[in-house]
């Protein structure tokens, strides 16, 4: 058994933090800090990120039963309406943004319009679906400066599927969870490499279903292991072993994991693609670290074999070297953890807070305090 007392200051640093800030934030939509520590914000609700905020509000309302976040949450997910009427910029994000706000609303209180909003996010990421190629469709024409992205499917897309189980259980119709495990298939077969490294993107003809080729988006290149891209592939795959139990869900989840676990520096927090020299100055991506330790956390927990310790151990020393040295606690940034790289081939966003890393960080946080109820 792993030692979690740690979380108990962490937790309590983290709810001090989240009540300041959270007067300072409100009901917008940050996104990543600026060089002064300060969160820019958004204003088109569609983006991917809007989803985060208000699913860390949540997180600490579920042990707090503060108002002052659950009111906040709940206003960000009113805002969030105008993306999902609107449709014309929807993507295959839908899974991030509803299910960390109207799904968890539903879960904790029932309530029909976040159920009736979840239902219909889970219906436009199915209706994604090309069918001839098998895949999910992660974007809109226009959507990438540089192609028609119709055929572009990434590996962040495991991430949705949760969206699409909860609407086959909360409907009965396995309609939805066909398209994920069908989605998951094609994941296994062309993003997964022989030695458990991820592809980013891959891209198939929309008419045809056929492979072109793969492509780099936020890593070093096509060959290189982007940090975050294989944090995705750890959580993500997990997520398919708990919904689907099919033994080779697991096994893919398992070695993804151990290959990150294997590609971690001494310190614990992943270098932002682990196939780039390592100097001391190489940025680090915190935001890959907390969302592998919540996989990790969640694979480790469905393994009463022993098998699931290691899982369990990794998560806990990346959490805790996450709190100790990239914690915001002393300081009046509005971002929780620093260290998170967004995109370093465009030169953005370098040693930031970014909301989801923020998000991933409370998850492992509130995952591990529970481990023992949980488990
Ligand atoms: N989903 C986009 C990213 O990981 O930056």
Known sequence: ??????????????????????????SKFPTMTDDSGRYAFTQDTWRWVTGF????????????????????????????????????????DVGFMWQLTSVKRYEMTKDMDARR???????????????????????????????????????????????????????GDPRFRHVAIAHTETVLEHFI????????MVEFDPFTGEKIRVRS?????????????????????ALAYKYTKNPRHLEAAQKVADFFIRELPDDNVPHWDFRVPREATTPRDTSAGMCAACGMLVLGSMLDDGSGEKYIAAANAMTKATYEHYGNWNNDSDGIIRGGTFNHPAGLGIDVSLIYGDYYYVEALHRLRHLKSTR
């Open 1 to 26: 058994m792993i030692d979690n007392s740690w979380t108990e200051d962490a937790w309590t640093d983290l709810v001090t933090k989240v009540t300041k800030t959270s007067q300072i934030m409100g």
């Open 53 to 92: 905020w208000p699913g860390l509000l949540w997180l600490l309302y579920e042990d707090t039963k503060n108002p002052l976040f659950s009111n906040i949450a709940l206003n960000c997910e009113t805002q969030l309406d105008q993306a999902l009427h609107d449709y014309v910029n929807l993507h295959h």
């Open 117 to 171: 909003r979840g239902l219909v996010a889970a219906s436009h990421l199915a209706s994604r679906f090309n069918i001839v190629g098998s895949f999910i469709s992660a974007w809109n024409k226009n959507d990438v400066n540089d192609s028609d992205p119709r055929g572009l499917s990434i590996i962040d897309s495991l991430m949705n599927l949760p969206l699409l189980y909860w609407a086959s259980e909360e409907t």
């Open 193 to 200: 490499r022989p030695d458990y490294s991820v592809n980013h």
């Open 217 to 237: 988006g936020q890593g070093q290149s096509t060959t290189s292991a982007w940090a975050r891209g294989t944090s995705w592939a750890v959580h993500g795959l």
